[in-house]
């Protein structure tokens, strides 16, 4: 039974940084790409990064890059979002995902999620 469980969400305050964890289990992931999202209340799901898990090629979603990196550990099996500089625009709950065609900045071809992880960011 495939898992995504995420963590290392929080209360944080504006400036500071948060390490985000996705652990997989279940089957091999190496020919998955991996994804996090994030879905604000009252917003849409909005994509965040993404990584293919054999390669390490990562994607961003432009307004993220320079603040948020997306990683992976093959012997933990997890996937990480570092991120830097938060802001109150940052709240959410953050997923994980994980799918083996999946679209760019959509959250179509991803087959699994995890529950999420919320995000609080106070100004």
């Known amino acids: 039974q495939v898992q995504l469980v995420e963590s290392g969400g929080g209360l944080v305050q504006a400036g500071d940084s948060l390490r985000l964890f996705c652990a997989a289990s279940?089957?091999?992931?190496?020919?998955?790409?991996m994804g996090w999202f994030r879905q604000a209340p009252g917003k849409e799901r909005e994509f965040v990064a993404r990584i293919n898990w054999g390669s390490g090629r990562t994607y961003y979603k432009d307004s993220m890059k320079g603040r948020f990196t997306i990683s992976r550990d093959n012997v933990k099996n997890t996937v990480y979002l570092q991120m830097n500089s938060l802001t109150p625009e940052d709240t959410a709950v953050y997923y994980c995902?994980?799918?083996?065609?999946?679209?760019?900045?959509?959250?179509?071809?991803?087959?699994?999620w995890g529950q999420g992880t919320q995000v609080t960011v106070s100004s």
């Open positions: 279940g089957r091999a992931f190496s020919s998955y790409t």
């Open positions: 995902a994980a799918g083996l065609s999946v679209a760019t900045m959509t959250g179509i071809g991803y087959d699994y």
